[in-house]
Nanobody
Framework: QVQLVESGGGLVQPGGSLRLSCAAS????????MSWYRQAPGKERELVAS???????YYADSVKGRFTISRDNAKNTVYLGMNSLKAEDTAVYYC????????WGQGTQVTVSS
């Protein structure tokens, strides 16, 4: 069965960095696009970044220039590098497999606070 397991979240000061990982299993990882979403308290879940199976990337305007999505098909893992973190980046971050059937991970909390 499809499984997505996020890790790497935590508490970081404003201006700091984190790298999130999403380990995938149960499907041919290299054939699918992958996305990162986030959901802050009281807000709707929003798309942060996507990476196609061919490596093309998309970023929300709010994270362009600060976040980097990447993938390692040999490790069945997608990453989200986050730099220059702001308080407004605080959210639960989820990875998702792109496709007709939706699969989500359980999420990892990122808290940006001094």
């Amino acid at each position: 069965q499809v499984q997505l397991v996020e890790s790497g979240g935590g508490l970081v000061q404003p201006g700091g960095s984190l790298r999130l990982s999403c380990a995938a299993s149960g499907f041919t990882f290299s054939s699918y696009g992958m996305s990162w979403y986030r959901q802050a308290p009281g807000k709707e879940r929003e798309l942060v970044a996507s990476c196609t199976s061919g490596g093309r990337t998309y970023y929300a305007d709010s994270v362009k220039g600060r976040f980097t999505i990447s993938r390692d098909n040999a490790k069945n893992t997608v990453y989200l590098g986050m730099n220059s973190l702001k308080a407004e980046d605080t959210a639960v971050y989820y990875c998702k497999r792109v496709g007709s059937a939706e699969y989500w991970g359980q999420g990892t909390q990122v808290t940006v606070s001094s």
